[in-house]
């Protein structure tokens, strides 16, 4: 069963170019570890809410984009294993100071997902 690691975050959007560089650079390392596939969608088009929103979520500021990303993995034992050697300190190519982050961390917001309903057009 497929896995999906989710991500919201808020990029200075005079980073855009940073945060492509950044993508392919840290991407192709989750590819290697076992995902099939990874997307990072540069907001265009992203309202505001009466209550919440994308933006409200990360704490995005009047000159920062939103940009939502997944990851999609075959299983998430495959994710696990990626994930943990990805966190694990021991891939340069993860090095904050080789590929730094190009917007704050501390407000992307995350987490793992459990396919319930999947449709496909190719079907």
């Known amino acids: 069963m497929p896995y999906i690691d989710g991500f919201v975050i808020?990029?200075?959007t005079a980073n855009k170019q940073k945060f492509i560089d950044h993508a392919n650079l840290g991407d192709s390392v989750f590819i290697?570890?076992?995902a099939t596939?990874?997307?990072?969608?540069?907001g265009d088009d992203v309202?505001?809410?009466?209550?919440?929103d994308f933006r409200k979520a990360v704490?995005?500021?009047?000159d920062e984009t939103v940009v939502f990303s997944w990851i999609?993995?075959?299983d998430k034992a495959t994710r696990d294993a990626g994930m943990q050697k990805m966190m694990d300190g021991t891939d340069p190519r993860m090095d904050p100071e080789r590929n730094p982050m190009p917007f704050d961390g501390k407000r992307?917001?995350?987490g793992g997902f459990s396919p319930v309903v999947t449709l496909d057009g190719k079907n």
């Not at 596939?37 to 540069?42: F, K, P, T």
């Not at 309202?47 to 919440?52: A, I, M, Y």
């Open 32 to 34: 290697e570890y076992g």
């Open 108 to 110: 992307m917001i995350y």
């Open 47 to 52: 309202p505001d809410g009466t209550r919440t």
């Open 10 to 12: 808020a990029v200075p």
């Open 59 to 62: 704490q995005a500021r009047d």
């Open 72 to 74: 999609e993995w075959p």
């Open 37 to 42: 596939r990874v997307l990072e969608c540069w």
